[in-house]
């Protein structure tokens, strides 16, 4: 997710994040536009954003250390 999250804020787009995370043989198998790879790609970027935001904090159980929000 940071990858995507950060090629993306460098100005990567989609299918040049997908080529480098799932390789360009793979991302070139099928239209672009219909590609789970694609999907996969918008995913990992949102949810690296959201990780970014303070999602991460879920992940370490952050809402009982710091209490319930």
């Known amino acids: 997710m940071l990858r995507a999250l950060d090629a993306r804020a460098s100005g990567a787009v989609y299918r ?3 080529s480098v995370l ?3 043989a793979r991302v070139a198998a099928e239209p672009w ?3 789970s ?3 996969a790609t918008l995913r990992l970027v ?3 954003g959201a990780m970014a935001q303070g999602g991460y ?3 370490l159980g952050a ?3 710091l209490g319930d929000r």
């Open 16 to 18: 040049e994040i997908a």
């Open 22 to 24: 799932f390789g360009a």
């Open 33 to 35: 536009k219909t590609s």
């Open 37 to 39: 790879i694609r999907d």
């Open 46 to 48: 949102r949810d690296g």
């Open 57 to 59: 904090l879920s992940l």
């Open 63 to 65: 809402a009982r250390v």
